[in-house]
T-cell receptor, first 113, second 111 residues
Framework: LAKTTQPISMDSYEGQEVNITCSHN???????ITWYQQFPSQGPRFIIQ???TKVTNEVASLFIPADRKSSTLSLPRVSLSDTAVYYC??????????????FGTGTLLAVQP | DADVTQTPRNRITKTGKRIMLECSQT?????MYWYRQDPGLGLQLIYY???????NKGEISDGYSVSRQAQAKFSLSLESAIPNQTALYFC??????????FGDGTRLSIL
């Protein structure tokens, strides 16, 4: 069971690029890496998923090195509305592997003006 | 996600009472999940269902039960509520190969 480790919190300013790194040393061959975002009093929201190298969508990029033991979520030019908790998950699909879905405590990103 | 509706949004009740939290979805997904979140912590899986006839225990199923009444409905029950079940409860859905979509949660307080 691949456990993930993330920083508890990070601070940033508006307009900066933010990189949140997640460690998953025991990732299995068929595991994907998925990131969710959660605002207070709301359910988590899917951001991005990847298996290796780099994935980019309209809101973020995900960088995964060759050994896949870590990954980095990159948020370009953050704004105040990006203040949230970000969760890194490892599982054999989008996290829908049910009992393999472990959210952990996530990283609280605080964006200041 | 507006397509995943949880009721009630807030509930305060007393120890020993039976509580039912309901979840309905309009996404047409087969898979549904119930999670619990305690303050400052991540989500823990309580139960999950891959289709109407399938029910599975998650990490923390003790003290909870579920019912999958239809593809679109998945309810969570606390047969005899206790104070340490005070938490934020989330329902989620997914299809076979996509991310999970979460409701906005039910805040449950047990006195």
């Amino acid at each position: 069971l691949a456990k993930t480790t993330q920083p508890i919190s990070m601070d940033s300013y508006e307009g900066q690029e933010v990189n949140i790194t997640c460690s998953h040393n025991n990732i299995a061959t068929n595991d994907y890496i998925t990131w969710y975002q959660q605002f207070p009093s709301q359910g988590p929201r899917f951001i991005i998923q990847g298996y290796k190298t780099k994935v980019t969508n309209e809101v973020a990029s995900l960088f995964i090195p060759a050994d896949r033991k870590s990954s980095t979520l990159s948020l370009p030019r953050v704004s105040l509305s990006d203040t949230a908790v970000y969760y890194c998950l490892v599982g054999d699909d989008y996290g829908g592997a049910t009992n393999k879905l472990i959210f952990g405590t996530g990283t609280l990103l605080a964006v200041q003006p | 996600d507006a397509d995943v509706t949880q009721t009630p949004r807030n509930r305060i009740t007393k120890t020993g009472k039976r509580i039912m939290l309901e979840c309905s979805q309009t996404k047409g997904h087969d898979r549904m999940y119930w999670y619990r979140q305690d303050p400052g912590l991540g989500l823990q899986l309580i139960y999950y269902s891959f289709d109407v006839k399938d029910i599975n225990k998650g990490e923390i199923s003790d003290g909870y039960s579920v019912s999958r009444q239809a593809q679109a409905k998945f309810s969570l029950s606390l047969e005899s509520a206790i104070p340490n079940q005070t938490a934020l409860y989330f329902c989620a859905t997914s299809d076979l190969s996509g991310p999970q979509h979460f409701g906005d949660g039910t805040r449950l307080s047990i006195l």
